[in-house]
């Protein structure tokens, strides 16, 4: 049975989609089988999976619908080594047409129930938004994965979202809990720096990964490339990284 985790935070910039892409990328270096949901309606995560959304005949959004299942849809990465459920455009009209299908906040869920047994994780990039997109993750997921950049509004941004969080628990998915939260764009030279991840550990103790992910120009670059770091240059500082992240992720989950 797969462990679906949702990436996500209200405040965006905060590496989302970066950690999805290079988490999944990891993963599946370690001889997971992964599979990656892009959600957002940008297909961040597709581009930088090395796929062209403005080519796609089918993506998540018809998933969501409910004209075709996940296996229909869902492709392999262009470095081939886990596999996507792409997003593009269409998705932006999701929000508008959900409100108006029967099971409107667990269609997703519905939906990877085909997949369950295919995958040892299946990663899910929300958007940075409470929307309906966000809600189907949330309930379709056992666990949530904060992206959390260590500056001023870091925390009351995170307050926000455990309280999304919280209501969703009790409204739709009763299991769902944090799965961790992982500091990004690290840059270890101002205080501020040391001040919020002091924060973070106070508030939710091992929950915070010691892996940190460093800023770093080969995992800035690498999207335009459509490749995750560790296939663009993987003896750099953000690949390296994103493979102890892997490493200590998945010991957090069996444990």
């Known amino acids: 049975m797969a462990r679906i985790i ?19 990328a990891s993963l599946a270096a370690m001889k997971r089988r992964v599979l990656l949901i ?9 581009t930088g999976s090395g796929l062209t959304k403005d080519e796609l005949d089918t993506s998540v959004y018809d998933v969501l619908i409910g004209t075709h299942g996940v296996k229909e849809v869902m492709k392999k990465s262009m470095p081939g080594d886990y596999w996507v459920l792409p997003a593009n455009g269409d998705l932006t009209g999701a929000e508008v047409v959900l409100l108006d299908l029967p099971s409107k906040e667990t269609r997703l869920r519905a939906g990877l129930y085909e997949v369950d047994n295919d995958f040892d994780y299946i990663l899910l990039d929300c958007p940075p938004a409470l929307n309906m997109l966000t809600v189907n993750a949330l309930a379709a997921s056992q666990g949530v994965l904060i992206p959390v950049q260590c500056e001023y509004y870091a925390l009351e941004g995170l307050t926000a979202l455990l309280q999304t969080i919280e209501r969703i628990t009790q409204a739709l998915n009763p299991s769902l809990e944090v799965e ?9 030279r101002p205080s501020l720096t040391h001040d919020v991840s002091n924060q973070l550990h106070k508030h939710f103790g091992d929950k915070v990964y010691d892996t940190v992910i460093p800023r770093n120009i080969r ?19 953000g690949a390296i990284a994103y493979l102890a992240l892997a490493g200590e992720f998945i010991r957090k989950c069996v444990a």
């Open 6 to 24: 949702a990436v996500t935070n209200q405040k965006g910039g905060v590496g989302k989609t970066t950690t999805c892409v290079n988490l999944a």
């Open 38 to 46: 892009d959600l957002d309606p940008q297909g961040n995560a597709t």
């Open 180 to 188: 961790g939260i992982l500091r990004t764009m690290y840059d270890p």
């Open 219 to 237: 995992l800035a670059e690498s999207p335009s490339y459509g490749l995750p770091v560790l296939h663009y240059e993987k003896q750099s500082r």
